[in-house]
Nanobody, 119 residues
Framework: QVQLVESGGGLVQAGGSLRLSCVVD????????MGWFRQAPGKAREFTAA????????DYADSVKGRFTISRDNAKNTVYLQMNSLKPEDTAVYYC????????????WGQGTQVTVSS
């Protein structure tokens, strides 16, 4: 069973930064695509960012391009989401997720971490 545990959420003022981490308990972590998703109150969950197993490929939602950076450390089985220039509309529960390959369904999800951006 694969387990994902997010951390790093919190309360920050608009314009501030946070870095989310997701530690993955899985063999061959480097073979998996990792993604970050978010869900704001009353809204559907939405894709935020993804990174391929090697880290060579990344993808971002238009709403976070230029502000968020996804990265991974395969030696630590960890994926990160660096969030800069945060806006109140970035307030959401952030989830990391694991997919067996690039551009495929995500099979495993973490429990989520709350990010709140005050204006």
């Amino acid at each position: 069973q694969v387990q994902l545990v997010e951390s790093g959420g919190g309360l920050v003022q608009a314009g501030g930064s946070l870095r989310l981490s997701c530690v993955v308990d899985a063999r061959t972590f480097s073979s998996y695509t990792m993604g970050w998703f978010r869900q704001a109150p009353g809204k559907a969950r939405e894709f935020t960012a993804a990174i391929s197993g090697s880290g060579a490929s990344t993808d971002y939602a238009d709403s976070v391009k230029g502000r968020f950076t996804i990265s991974r450390d395969n030696a630590k089985n960890t994926v990160y989401l660096q969030m800069n220039s945060l806006k109140p509309e970035d307030t959401a529960v952030y989830y990391c997720a694991l997919a067996s390959k690039w551009i495929s369904e995500y099979d495993y999800w973490g429990q989520g971490t709350q990010v709140t951006v005050s204006s």
